[in-house]
């Protein structure tokens, strides 16, 4: 017969909390069902095992995750009410009570969703990631387990998201004395759903966790991963280097709409500026499916990767109309002036014309390499002491033929 649990039936910060029963366990901890003894509100109270709290690494991976839970908000993501240590030096995490499965579970237990079912879900957790990446957390070990379906009362599928144990953090949620878990070129998380970055352990930002909750996405919707894979090291090296099997494909006679494919290609995208930027974006992209839509909001419709325009086109601006001034005497006229004028008449400004799709392809003429400034009154006395010369000229002309 397994011994009892100590913590259960035992009444801990100062008697306001009563521990009633154990609903889970993992490798770092257990989480118990509790009662708070003044109002009489369920909670859920995860207790660190007191045997590893001489680890530092884990003490500050159980810190840091009540720390980023405490600074959320979001209806979609568990609510922390309090943290600490306990008296024996356990660490706790006091937060809301969920009855339900996680995402895990159901998958396992029902089958693969129907999108009308399972891209809800996914949209509201992504809205859940939004607000965590805004406050600097990057959650990095995204999975089903980590995504819990609250189901009772009114409430059905209503995800929360969990876990910000391996969060990467910003310096605002760091404490004096936290281990680092988040150096560069050391990897954390779960294999078959990290990031190509993740997986080589590089600098990761959002689209990190975007491609990690789409690859929760695809094996909710098919009940497989995008790749075939034996081992962990299969899975990572597949992240980083292999081709994804297309959504439609992965499950015979199972198709989902063309945009549902293009968008889960772009969230799959190898490298993390090919892919949405934002869970907001991600979950907005998924909101076009949901909606029937065929194609992208504009906003959301990648930008190509095109080179560097080059110098030309120019466009110029119109120049305002030339002051006439009185023409100069003939002797006046200096040798080192044009002898004719530029293409460009008047004092015009250079502005540089970025290509666009729907712009026809300019001709090819090459500009001046440094646009100059002409001087408008000298070119007009030039152009008219020429033409006075012409007259003269032709007047004699005429006069000798006369004769």
């Avoid at 901890?29 to 207790?47: D, T």
């Avoid at 869970?279 to 095109?306: C, D, I, K, M, Y």
């Avoid at 408008?376 to 032709?394: N, R, Y």
Wanted: aromatic share 6%.
């Amino acid at each position: 017969m397994a011994p009892q649990d100590p913590f259960i039936g035992r009444e801990i910060l100062n008697g306001t909390v009563r521990i009633l029963q154990k609903i889970g366990s993992g490798g770092m901890g257990s989480v118990y069902k509790a009662m708070e003894i003044e109002n009489s509100r369920m909670v859920g109270i995860k207790i660190l095992h007191p045997k590893l709290a001489n680890r530092k690494d884990l003490v500050s991976r159980f810190g840091r995750e009540a720390r980023a839970l405490s600074q959320l908000s979001h209806p979609n993501t568990v609510r922390v009410f309090a943290y600490g240590e306990l008296d024996d030096g356990g660490l706790y995490i006091i937060m809301e009570l969920l009855e339900g499965k996680n995402l895990n579970q159901s998958v396992r237990t029902e089958g693969p969703f129907l999108m009308t079912r399972a891209l809800p879900i996914l949209i509201q957790a992504c809205g859940a990631l939004d607000e965590a990446h805004k406050a600097g957390i990057i959650h990095r070990d995204l999975k089903p387990e980590n995504i819990f379906l609250v189901q009772g009362g009114a409430l059905r599928d209503f995800p929360k998201l969990l876990d910000f144990g391996l969060a990467k953090v910003g310096e605002r949620q760091m404490r004096p004395g936290s281990v680092i878990l988040t150096q560069e070129g050391m990897v954390f998380g779960t294999p078959e759903f990290m990031s190509p970055e993740q997986a080589q352990g590089k600098t990761l930002a959002p689209a990190s966790d975007v491609y990690s909750i789409a690859v929760i996405l695809y094996e909710v919707l098919t009940g497989k991963l995008p790749f075939d894979a034996k081992s962990a090291m299969d899975y990572i090296s597949l992240h980083v280097t292999g081709t994804p099997i297309p959504l439609s494909q992965r499950v015979p006679g199972k198709t989902f709409p063309p945009l549902l494919d293009q968008i889960m290609d772009r969230a799959l995208a190898k490298k993390s500026e090919d892919r949405f930027q934002s869970a907001a974006e991600f979950g907005q992209a998924l909101q076009a499916v949901l909606q029937g839509a065929t194609a992208l909001p504009a906003h959301l419709v990648a930008a190509p990767s095109l080179p560097e325009p080059p110098t030309a086109p120019f466009a110029f601006a119109p120049a305002p109309p030339p002051v006439l001034q009185p023409p100069p005497a003939m002797g006046g006229w200096s040798p080192q002036a044009p002898a004719t004028a530029p293409k460009t008449e008047g004092a015009s400004a250079v502005v540089p014309m970025p290509k666009s799709a729907a712009s026809p392809a300019p001709p090819s003429v090459e500009p001046p390499a440094r646009p100059q400034k002409a001087n408008v009154p000298m070119l007009v006395g030039v152009a008219l002491g020429f033409l006075l010369l012409g007259v003269a000229i032709a007047l004699a002309l005429t006069k000798l033929m006369s004769r």
